[in-house]
Structures are given as structure tokens and as C-alpha cells.
């Protein structure tokens, strides 16, 4: 009995999957457990795995192809078994590379009649007869640079003939990326010296062709994408603010002491922040928004998400309901959402920028003193949380020492909030940094 | 003062030497062995020579497909490695009379480049001591020996291309370590006689660089004729007749009367002073630029000595290129409509990108491919025959990018290719070139037509 493996859904926003990878292909044994291809959404990767053992009879795509969810991917079963009934679209032809309608519009037939860029006039000197003109455009002759010999230095037909007659010759595919992007070479590197393409795209003096082209992975895209939009389309600016980190060092001391003996939460400082930063939010429930160009969306719970820098790249996983947590819940919960993204196994639908109500990006474990983070619109504000650096403060009574201070680095929208809000919250975490209590 | 001295007298040299003779230039070539290079004396000819004697019998044997019957066929291994002896004394007279006929001076010995000062490159041959304004390094490649545990102990059972083209008696079986161009013509030919071939290959598929599916089909036929392959499969130890190989992790023995090596080949960049010049290397080849111009200015590489493409034809092409600039026209080497070919029996030969080169470089290709036997005279030829024909263009402008034939005879009509992609025609002008009818040339047409 031949079982079909169909591509996952992968959370509910989730239509398609790009597969990267088959580490199986037809004809195949595979045992359950085995690796059979790895695919990627917008957001991350997965792997797909045998679940059960036999041959690999069929599979419908290749590396690289976007497969609709649901839709059947590969046929394990015993050889000599038939996989023809589980081809997606019934018995359609493999995926080929041969596309006729295609290909119709990349010849030369089609190229001509694309309008010929018009050669910039510089000037009224040459005028171009309307022969001339043509022949130029067939023949891919720059009439700008021409001296024409007809009448007040008109470019005539003969010009163009000339022209051509020096020049080297361009072969047809030359010709036909001339026309679309509007370059022209003197010298040519093809046969006795004709014009290539290659010769049309100027190589760069410093590197030539010493480089690689890699197409981007979509999450890659997506983060381009976001992140683009993000600093175009917001009026987003960052207050810089520090707050004194004695009191949540003395937490993570108690912390480390407690789990010597035992207790099971590992709450690290970015828990903690995480803490002030809930508490904060339900103080100021106008940065707990998504600001939607003509209204503002105010949330009654917070969905906090946590930058969490991955192998693959950013990722931005979100703790739903994170109000509702304690210290310990909370910390447990950022390290589940930021394994599922080094693994792979997260959620999509935890991923979306929308999800999150607010988000913390803590950069202080790797010595980042200040930074400008980027919003992940819709939400209207992000906390950079940065390294704790030792600073002087006036102890009283004219004594003066070194106390630790956490940066704090809050990127909002000003469309949204206001200088003065935006100054208020970002004090607020301050206070709630310096004041945090929690049970161990 | 001389022009262009030239040291080795392969395709790369002798061709060199020929066009610059022509030209005028006064020209003197150094060869230690024969004219002609390994192409024509360890190489191309001699093998060829060698493949179309099995042609031959193997149509003798197998003519019942096409109503003729012969009795009793024979060979004789003695009669078959005479002749080739034979054409090779031929072409090799060829090329020196090529070389009187353009006023080459040769010098048969060993060439010693001392340095190079105001009065030029100094080279010393046969105690002579010789000056030149520019330099022209052809001294080509020789077989790749691995250091596998036991090969040396194996004395005269080990044979590279060059022992194995001297052999006076037939082996009854043949190990071949390497399934490249080299082990696969020579599979075929002792296939053909009825040696008994095992092919050892260390890469998961024979003939690296051709097409992988053409590739696979000329393994497939070769296996129904009698030859073993091992792929994936890793030499470990040689143990006289014995060769041990390593398969996902089991090791196996095949044994063999003789047993070929021929698993690449090495520039010689050692033994002719090169050091003497600073020439830079790569990749244990000469480093040369697009007008095979080295580090050092008037010293120019051509020819498997640059290390990369190690073909005859490309040899021949880079010595013209040298000689062209130097004589004033400007001339640059393209590697992009290099035709590659391996002569067994049927052909397989290539030009341009494979798929699987395509796909790594990311340009973006369309492809058709024909069975051969949409060519009518393939069918009338080529009884129970299968083979293949593949085209790729480019997406946008449909530009031929590579053309692969698995069939008889591709060697012979790949040129056309080779011109297409050369000229970047693209799939409209094609469709405008009348081929003969019928041959079996016109499935490139039928492919054209084909996307």
C-alpha cells in the first residue's frame, strides 16, 4: 500500500511552502525516520521525515519549486507499485523546463517590437531622418554621437550604413540585449572581434567576475521587505535612557544561588526586562497598539515578541498573553519561542509582525552600548535593551561611585505616540527595572 | 633574435608554432620527445585509431542486425597495435613537415629556461643557449599517480594512458580506476575484444562534466555489454592483481591481469626552469590571463600546462591566441563553446553549459531534449540504438548555451554547436539554418523546434 506524503500546512496563514531540498529521489529506499526533503515558508524552515519504510516510487517537484499546502509531494510504497494516481492535477506532464508560451515573448521576433530606447538628443546639432531613424533601430546604431552628412548635418540613411560598416559585428544576441537595456560597446571579444553580450555589460574594473550571485531565501525577502517598509513608511526616532541595574543584578545573583539548590527557572535579565516592560505597557496602553494609518488598533493584552537572532536570521517569535504570565512563565516561554526558531519547529503564525502588540530586541549580551532598533510595523514601538556599562552617580552626601546602569533604546512611531509619551514609557521601564520584585 | 621560442611541441606548441610561422615570425620549437604531444602520440590519435579497429569488429560481429553475417570474425591485438603505431608515425611526420613548410626551427631535446634579461628569455638546449623576445610554455600534463597503499609494489600491472597504449598482449581482464574520458574509451575498446573491464569510480556517476544523464544512459549500455562499474566507490589498497575499494563503508576487491590508472592528469610546471622566471602558479597549473599571458611579460602558457580544460583542441586555440596578439590582432580565449567529447561507441559529445552547470551558476535556462531517433538516418544506422539530444537557451533571449548528443556520430556535427553558441545565435536564427537530409545532424534542428 503506497502512502502519499503531502506538503504540511504550516500554521493557519500558511498557503504554500518552497521546497529546498530532496534528500531522497526516485527509486530510493528509505527507512522511517529518514530525511525526505527540507522546505521553507516566508518565515522558516522545516524538515520532513519518513514516516514510514519502502521506496521512494515518485516525486512531483523539484528543488526550489512552491507547493501549495495539502498538496502531494512524494509516493513511498513497495517498488512496482503505481504513484501515477497521486500526481498532483492528475496525470499532468512532469514539471518541465519548456514553456512555449514563454518562450514566444523571449525571441528576437517579439524583442523588436519593444520600443527602442531613443538615443538622448544632446542638443539640436543632429537632426535623424525618419530612414535613418529606423535602420538605426534595427541595427542598434547610437545616432547621438553620429556626424551626419545630409543637410545642416542631418543623420541620413547612409550615416547609419557607415556606421554600421565600422563597427564591429554584434552577434544576435547582442543585438537583442542591446535593444532592451540600451548599452553599446566599441570593441567586441566574440569571434574576430565581434560584440558579445558579455562585452555590453560593463565588468567591473576592481573585481570582474570574482563574485558569486545568491539568490535570496525568503525569509531573507521577508525580513528586506519588512524591515524596508518599516523606515519608509513610519516617522520612527529613539530615545536613548539608562536605568540603574543594581536591583535586577541582585535578582539574577538570588537567581544563580537559588538554582544551586535546585529551583528550576533560569530568569535571566532579559526576563526581567521583559517583566518591567509588561508592567510598564499596562501603564501606558497607547504603546500597546498597532498604528493602522487612519485609526489605531489598542489591545487589551499584551503579545510581546523577542528578537531572537537565528542561523537562518531574524526571527521575531511572539509570547501570546505574555500579561497573564508570571516572571517564571514568561521566562519560560521566551526560551521556548527562541528555540523554536534556532530549531525551526516554530509556528509561523508566532511570526507574524502583526501578532505582536510590542516588541524587545536585547542586544546586551553582546557589549551593544546603544542602538537604533528598526519597527516591526504595524506596532507602534521596540525596545532595544543594551549592555549594562558602569557609570558615575552621586551616592549623597557628596560620594560619588560607580553604579551599573542597563541602556535602554526606545525606537517608536511618532505618527503614534508623542515625544513626551514616548519619554514617559521609556522611563517607566526604568523605574520598573530598578524597582522589580519578584518570589523565587 | 628569434620571435617566439616555444617549449613542447603538443597541440598547444606545434599549432603556436605553425600560425606563427605563417605570420612571419621567426620561430623555434623545443621538443624532447615527439612532435605532437601526448594528443598525438599517448593520446587522442592513438586511441582513436585504437576504437575504430573494435568499430569495426564489433560491426563485423554484430552485423546480423543489418542482414550480413560473418563467419569466423578474428583479431589481431598484435595487427590492431601495429597500425596505430602506424598513423601515429604518420601524423607525427605530418606535423614536422608542417613545421619545415612555415620555417619552424626544432630543436629535439630538453629546453632550460636560465632567466630573462635585456636580451630576452634565455633558454639552453643540447648546449646550445638560444635568446627570445617572447616565450610560449606548452609542456602540457602527465597522469595523475595517487599515492594508493601498494600501487608502486605492483610493478607493471599498474599502467597509465601511456603503458597501456604499448601493451603487445591483450589482458584478459582490466581494472580501470577512474571512470573519466580516458578509463571509459579504454573500457570500450578492450570491452569490445572481450577483455573483461571493471571500472572503479570514485564520484556517484562516470564522466564528470558531460552530461549527467547522458552520462548514466553510456553506463547503462556499457553495463549490458559486459562491463562492471563500481561508483561512489574509493580506492584503498593495491595489492598486485587486486584492487580494494571502499563502498558506504564495506570494502570489496576486483581483480584484474592489468590494472589502469586514470584518474586525472597534472600540469608539468617541474624539470624546464620555469622557477628560474617567478612564473606564478594556480591550482598546480600555469596562472595565465584571457590572453594566456603569465606574471612574467612576454611569457605566455598554453595548453594543459595551464592546468584547466585539458583538451587538445582548447591546446591548439590558446596557442593561436597568443600568436594572434602578438602579431597585432587582438584576440582573447572563450572557454564557453569548448566541445568536449568521449569516443565510445555510441559518441557522447558536448558543448556549451550542462544543467547541471546551469543550475550552479544560476542562469536561468530552458531546455528540450529528442531521443536520437528523431533523426531518421539515426534509425537507418543504428539498429536496437538508443541516444539523446539536449538543448539549453537562455530564458530571455533563447540564446544556445549548451547542446549534449549521446549517439554516433555527435563528434562529428557538435561543431555546429560549438558555431551557434560561439555566434550567440539564438533560437531564431537557428530555425532559419537548413541542415542536410538526412543525417543524423538534424535532430539539433528537430530539438530547436522542439521548445
Redesign the interface.
Known amino acids: 500500500m503506497a502512502t502519499v506524503v503531502i506538503m504540511p500546512k504550516q500554521g493557519q496563514s500558511v498557503e504554500s511552502c518552497i521546497i529546498t531540498l530532496f534528500n531522497k529521489k526516485k527509486g530510493d529506499s528509505v527507512q522511517k525516520g529518514d530525511l525526505l526533503f527540507a522546505y521553507e515558508t516566508d518565515k522558516a524552515s522545516f524538515e520532513e521525515t519518513a514516516t514510514v519504510d519502502g521506496t521512494v516510487l515518485d516525486i512531483f517537484f523539484e528543488d526550489g519549486d512552491e507547493v501549495p499546502v495539502l498538496t502531494n509531494v512524494l509516493v513511498i510504497g513497495q517498488s512496482g507499485e503505481s504513484a501515477e494516481e497521486f500526481r498532483p492535477g492528475g496525470a499532468a506532464p512532469a514539471p518541465?523546463?519548456?514553456?512555449?508560451e514563454?518562450?514566444a515573448s523571449?525571441?528576437?521576433?517579439a524583442?523588436e517590437k519593444t520600443p527602442v530606447p531613443t538615443p538622448i538628443n544632446n542638443g539640436s546639432s543632429n537632426a535623424v531622418s525618419p530612414r535613418a531613424k529606423i535602420l538605426a533601430a534595427k541595427e542598434i546604431v547610437e545616432t547621438s554621437t553620429l556626424q551626419g552628412s545630409g543637410p545642416k548635418g542631418r543623420v541620413i540613411e547612409r550615416d547609419i550604413l557607415s556606421a554600421i560598416a565600422e563597427r564591429p559585428k554584434m552577434?544576435?544576441?547582442?543585438k537583442?540585449?542591446a535593444k532592451?537595456s540600451g548599452n553599446s560597446a566599441q570593441?567586441g571579444?566574440?569571434?574576430a572581434?565581434?560584440i558579445?553580450?558579455k562585452d555590453l555589460t560593463s565588468a567591473n574594473p576592481v573585481y570582474s567576475s570574482d563574485y558569486e550571485?545568491?539568490?535570496l531565501t525568503n525569509m531573507r525577502k521577508l525580513i528586506a521587505k519588512a524591515m524596508h517598509a518599516s523606515l519608509q513608511n513610519s516617522a520612527q526616532l529613539t530615545h536613548h535612557l539608562g536605568a540603574d541595574a543594581r536591583r535586577i543584578l541582585e535578582l539574577r545573583e538570588k537567581v544563580k544561588k537559588a538554582m544551586e539548590n535546585g529551583y528550576p527557572n533560569n530568569i535571566t535579565l532579559n526576563d526581567m526586562v521583559g517583566m518591567a516592560v509588561i508592567k510598564a505597557l499596562k501603564k501606558f496602553p497607547q504603546v500597546n497598539s498597532h498604528f493602522m494609518g487612519d485609526s489605531m488598533k489598542y489591545f487589551n493584552k499584551i503579545h510581546l515578541a523577542l528578537a531572537v537572532d537565528t542561523d537562518r536570521g531574524l526571527m521575531v517569535p511572539v509570547v501570546k498573553n505574555a500579561d497573564d504570565l508570571s516572571i517564571q512563565g514568561l521566562s519560560n516561554q521566551f526560551k521556548a519561542i527562541a528555540n523554536g526558531c534556532k530549531k525551526g519547529s516554530i509556528d509561523p503564525d508566532l511570526l507574524a509582525s502583526d501578532a505582536a502588540t510590542f516588541t524587545i530586541s536585547n542586544l546586551g549580551n553582546y557589549g551593544v552600548e546603544i542602538f537604533t532598533p528598526v519597527i516591526n510595523l504595524p506596532q507602534v514601538a521596540i525596545l532595544g535593551v543594551n549592555t549594562i556599562v558602569p557609570r558615575p552617580k552621586d551616592l549623597g552626601n557628596g560620594c560619588y561611585g560607580f553604579v551599573p546602569y542597563i541602556g535602554l533604546s526606545l525606537t517608536y512611531d511618532h505618527r503614534a505616540l508623542d515625544g513626551g509619551e514616548a519619554t514617559r514609557f521609556v522611563k517607566q521601564i526604568a523605574i520598573e527595572i530598578e524597582n522589580l520584585e519578584f518570589e523565587i | 633574435m628569434i620571435d617566439l621560442a616555444i617549449i613542447g611541441g603538443g597541440p598547444a606548441g606545434y599549432v603556436a608554432a605553425e600560425r606563427a610561422g605563417a605570420k612571419g615570425l621567426t620561430v623555434i620549437l623545443f621538443e624532447k620527445k615527439e612532435l605532437g604531444g601526448v594528443c598525438l602520440n599517448e593520446g587522442c590519435i592513438p586511441t582513436k585509431t585504437l576504437l575504430y579497429s573494435a568499430k569495426t569488429y564489433d560491426n563485423a560481429v554484430h552485423g546480423d542486425k543489418y542482414g550480413i553475417t560473418a563467419e569466423n570474425v578474428t583479431f589481431d591485438f598484435g595487427k590492431i597495435m601495429a597500425r596505430k603505431n602506424k598513423v601515429v608515425r604518420k601524423l607525427v611526420a605530418g606535423v614536422g613537415s608542417k613545421m619545415k613548410a612555415h620555417h619552424v626551427e626544432v630543436v629535439k631535446g630538453e629546453a632550460v629556461i636560465k632567466g630573462r634579461s635585456q636580451e630576452g628569455v634565455e633558454i639552453v638546449s643540447e648546449g646550445n643557449s638560444y635568446f627570445a623576445k617572447n616565450l610560449l610554455i606548452c609542456t602540457g600534463s602527465e597522469a595523475f599517480v595517487p599515492p594508493i597503499p601498494g600501487l608502486k609494489e605492483s610493478g607493471d600491472i599498474i599502467l597509465t594512458n601511456r603503458e597501456i597504449l604499448s601493451l603487445n598482449e591483450q589482458p584478459k581482464s582490466l581494472v580501470i580506476i577512474g571512470g573519466g574520458v580516458i578509463g571509459m574509451e579504454f573500457a570500450s575498446f578492450f570491452n569490445s575484444f572481450g577483455t573483461k573491464v571493471t571500472v572503479i569510480e570514485m564520484l556517484p556517476e562516470i564522466l564528470t562534466g558531460m552530461d549527467t544523464e547522458m552520462s548514466a544512459m553510456l553506463r547503462d549500455m556499457y553495463a549490458k555489454k559486459g562491463i562492471e562499474f563500481y561508483l561512489s566507490s574509493k580506492v584503498t589498497k593495491i595489492n598486485g592483481n587486486e584492487v580494494s575499494y571502499e563502498k558506504e563503508g564495506q570494502t570489496f576487491t576486483a581483480t584484474g591481469d592489468k590494472i589502469l590508472v586514470s584518474v586525472g592528469r597534472r600540469a608539468v610546471t617541474q624539470g624546464f626552469g620555469l622557477e628560474n622566471l617567478g612564473v606564478e602558479l594556480l591550482k598546480g597549473g600555469i596562472k595565465v590571463d584571457e590572453t594566456m599571458r603569465t606574471n612574467v611579460p612576454n611569457v605566455f602558457a598554453a595548453g594543459d600546462v595551464t592546468g584547466f580544460s585539458l583538451l587538445a583542441h582548447t591546446a591548439s586555440r590558446e596557442g593561436e591566441v597568443v600568436v594572434n596578439n602578438l602579431t597585432g590582432q587582438k584576440d582573447v580565449m572563450r572557454y564557453n563553446a569548448i566541445p568536449g567529447v568521449v569516443y565510445t561507441n555510441p559518441e557522447i559529445s558536448g558543448v556549451g553549459l550542462t544543467e547541471e552547470a546551469a543550475k550552479a551558476k544560476n542562469i536561468p535556462y530552458k531546455v528540450a531534449k529528442l531521443p536520437m531517433a528523431y533523426a531518421g538516418r539515426f534509425i537507418a544506422e543504428n539498429e536496437g540504438g538508443s541516444g539523446l539530444c539536449k538543448v539549453l537557451v537562455g530564458e530571455k533571449y533563447g540564446e544556445i548555451l549548451g547542446v549534449h548528443m549521446l549517439g554516433n556520430p555527435s563528434s562529428e556535427m557538435i561543431y555546429g554547436a560549438c558555431m551557434a553558441i560561439e555566434a550567440e545565435m539564438t533560437l531564431k536564427e537557428m530555425q532559419e539554418v537548413v541542415f542536410p537530409h538526412p543525417t543524423v545532424s538534424e535532430i539539433f534542428k528537430e530539438t530547436i523546434f522542439a521548445f
Open positions: 518541465a523546463h519548456i514553456e512555449p514563454a518562450l523571449a525571441t528576437p521576433i524583442a552577434t544576435p544576441l547582442a537583442a540585449e532592451a570593441a571579444s566574440g569571434l572581434g565581434a558579445t553580450a550571485v545568491k539568490p
